[in-house]
């Protein structure tokens, strides 16, 4: 069976994509399944974060350009059941070189095509940069499902129609006719602002059961754990960061198991929840 591929990917920069990527990963593992994490932003930080150093030549490049085989460039973590393929710098040239290619916009889902007969992993995790360039569109076509990251702050809901309207594009074009939201997780949330709640609301208003019902608090600890190499499971096993990745693996492995969409209304419990949850550790991390 194939393994199912979840694209983590909003063209905005800084929502928490890549502390989603990483903190849903870890925290899956925890959960006794196995992941393979690819970070497909040249930036890097779902490698850095992760405590793992960059070395040329070791991403997913070369198998994007048909050149080296996906398994030549999974390397194993500091935590079991993880792997990952890292990221470098020169995962931006590749933008360039897979635009001349043929069949450009299917390359990664060519180059995972060995991992999916393989029944290694449960599930294989996409950290995307923040554009809508040829590495997001290559995970979006290689993905069963997008999973977006929105931060709780006042453009949200606008730069999400780019997203679904891009995926109605994919889907209708026959590019990826099967693509999903896996769902929409709510990042930096504070519960003691309105604006965080009023944003809620909105998004809930338009997308309903699409949204996890496990809000994603701001907190200092999930702001400063990247800066030491660790997941937050790692760095704070007891703050409310960790609690709130720990909840969202469980909701996420829930869903998926019982392949039913949530019924509403979930809101208000969700709400208050996470708002209770936020005072006052969250306040100081
Ligand atoms: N829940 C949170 N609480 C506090 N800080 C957070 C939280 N989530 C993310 N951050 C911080 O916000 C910044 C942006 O987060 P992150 O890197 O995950 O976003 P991104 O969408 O991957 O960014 P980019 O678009 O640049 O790839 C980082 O410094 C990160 O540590
Ligand atoms: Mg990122």
Known sequence: MATPVIAIANQKGGVGKTTTAINLAVCITVLRKTVLLIDLDPQANATSGLGIEKTPGNSIYAPLLGEKDIHEVIQGT????????????????????????????????????????????????????????????????????????????????????????????????????????????????????????????????????????TLVPRTVRLGEAPSFGKPIYDYDRQSVGAAAYLQLAKEFLKRRSSGEPKTFPFQEQGLNAAAEEQTPEARQG
């Not at 060519?110 to 290694?120: G, S, V």
């Open 78 to 213: 500091a935590y079991k059941r993880l792997d990952l393929i890292a990221s470098e710098l020169d995962l931006a040239g590749a933008e360039v070189d897979i635009a001349r290619a043929d069949n450009y916009l299917h390359r990664l889902r060519e180059a995972l095509e060995p991992i999916h007969n393989e029944n290694r992993y449960d599930y294989i995790l996409i950290d995307c940069p923040p554009s809508l360039g040829i590495l997001t569109m290559n995970a979006l076509t290689a993905a069963d499902s997008i999973l977006i990251p929105l931060q709780c702050e006042y453009y949200a809901l606008e730069g999400l129609s780019v997203i679904t309207d891009l995926i109605e594009k994919l889907k209708t074009s026959g590019t990826n006719p099967n693509l999903e939201i896996e769902g929409i997780v709510m990042t930096m949330y504070d519960g003691r602002t309105n604006l965080a709640q009023a944003v809620v609301q909105d998004v809930y208003k338009h997308f309903g059961a699409k949204i996890f019902d």
